[in-house]
């Protein structure tokens, strides 16, 4: 009998699931977009004209934080970028201009861009990251390779997790571990619970030689509300700054030194002419209290540190060798990057069409070396009705070659106002194929 009711218990929690699974994607769907970046980077040695540069695509994820466009997503999907391009679910893309970085912050992976243009802004519902438990049920949403719309679903398999290695920045936020399937493209989309509601930002996984692991790493929407908040209201994050680094006090270190207790925090390295070297600070210090308040551990210690304002004053209690020393520190603030502008599109809207020159990305994409490259598509315009779509290539008009924008603006003003049919030639990446747009 107990084993009955536990089979028809199992059943009824995955059929809820399931279908709480498929009302969390329907939500947060709308508000899920798709980020493509031409990043430009050293190719190799340099020439007698500088170094050499190559330009690649790089793919991420990002959702819709509010009705004026503001969209979150990972620093490390549209930093260093040369062009970022935003397609949403209904197919719809803007780059160029239309694209706004207002403010990235390496410290935790996370940006914030803005889409500027007419069209409804769905945001999504932010749940509580510190509500979360282990085994809880989360989807991961975002563009995996390229594959728009994709949700995979697992559970929270830790919390707190830190000291992770990953591509960029300090880390002293609490990661949420997930075995939900995390791919490249996945960065900065949203780590969903079965209300629909999203409780983290993936950021990244854990790989070897052999591939991914199954197992990803979301920064908690608690803490990525408040970075957010401020990139919006500031275009940087704010924080104290110290100008060392610490780690933790291990046994063997405690014994080293002489130490009563594992608390605290060990002084590793200092930046020269920083907060930390002109209070005095020597590396082999022992940091055991900030302002009166036990130090549990180092993630603690840089939290609070980051916490307080620039130009602050924080006393701390050391151990030199053995002998108690006080400092008092005034803060600086922490080096942040400044948001590169967004390439501008070059002009042209005919058929509903923003064009520009092709990029080294295009070139790669579709093997040609001339033609025009589609930077926005206008929704329910000729070309939109064709099926173009922002990304694609064309090389060709009613059979004659497109080569440049002069060639596009040439065509234009030779077809405008005949009222024919124009037949184009499109390159979706090396899939090519011919479609009518009714002007």
């Known amino acids: 009998m107990k084993s009955t009711l536990a089979l028809i218990l199992l059943a009824t929690g995955a059929a809820f699931a399931q279908v709480s699974f498929v009302s969390a994607a329907d939500a947060v769907r709308p508000s899920l977009v798709s980020i493509i970046t031409d990043k430009v980077g050293p190719a190799g040695a340099a020439d007698s004209n500088g170094p050499a540069l190559t330009q690649t695509a790089a793919l991420g994820s990002g959702f819709v934080l509010d009705t004026l466009g503001h969209i979150l997503t990972c620093n490390h999907v549209v930093a260093n970028y040369d062009g970022v391009t935003v397609r949403f679910s ?29 069209r409804e802004f769905v945001p999504v519902a932010l749940g509580n990251s510190d509500e979360l438990e282990v085994g809880q049920p989360v989807m991961a ?10 949700a995979t679903a ?10 992770q290695p990953k591509s960029s920045g300090p880390d002293f936020q609490d ?29 990244f996984i854990r790989t070897t030689r052999t591939g991914p692991t199954g197992i990803g790493f979301a920064t908690p929407i608690n803490l990525a509300r408040s970075v957010s908040d401020q990139l919006i209201r500031n275009g940087r994050v704010i924080r104290g700054f110290l100008g060392i680094s610490t780690q933790p006090i291990t046994e063997g270190i405690r014994q080293a030194l002489g130490l ?6 060990l002084v590793s390295s200092i930046d020269p002419g920083q907060p930390g070297a002109r209070a005095g600070i020597l590396p082999g210090d022992a940091i055991v209290t900030l302002d009166g308040k036990a130090i549990p551990d180092a993630r603690w210690f840089q939290s609070e540190v980051a916490g307080r304002p620039p130009g602050s004053s924080v006393k701390l209690a050391l151990l ?19 948001a590169s502008p967004a390439q501008a599109p070059e002009p042209g809207t005919w058929l509903g069409l923003t064009v520009r020159s092709l990029t080294g990305t295009d070139r790669s994409r579709t093997g040609l070396d001339s033609g025009v490259g589609v930077e ?15 990304g694609d290539v064309i090389p060709e008009i009613n059979l004659a070659p497109v080569r440049s924008l002069t060639d596009f603006g040439q065509i234009e003003k030779t077809m405008t106002g005949s009222g024919r049919p124009l037949l184009l030639r499109v390159f979706r990446g090396r899939q090519v194929f011919y479609t009518t747009v009714e002007p």
């Open 320 to 338: 030199r060798k053995g002998a108690p020393l006080s400092v008092v520190v005034t803060l600086g603030a922490w080096p942040t990057v400044a």
């Open 376 to 390: 926005a598509v206008e929704t329910g315009g000729a070309a939109a009705r064709a099926g173009i779509h922002a």
């Open 175 to 203: 990661f949420i571990q997930t075995d939900a399937l995390v791919n490249p493209g996945n960065s900065g989309g949203p780590l969903v619970d079965v209300r629909g509601r999203v409780v983290g930002v993936s950021s």
């Open 90 to 118: 209904d197919d719809k893309a803007y780059g160029g201009r239309k694209v706004v970085v207002v403010g990235l912050d390496p410290v935790t992976d996370l940006a914030v861009i803005q889409v500027k243009a007419k």
């Open 141 to 150: 949403m975002g563009s995996p390779f390229g594959l728009e719309g994709t």
């Open 260 to 265: 009563r207790s594992r608390d605290g925090v």
């Open 154 to 163: 697992g559970i929270v398999s830790a919390l707190s997790r830190w000291g």
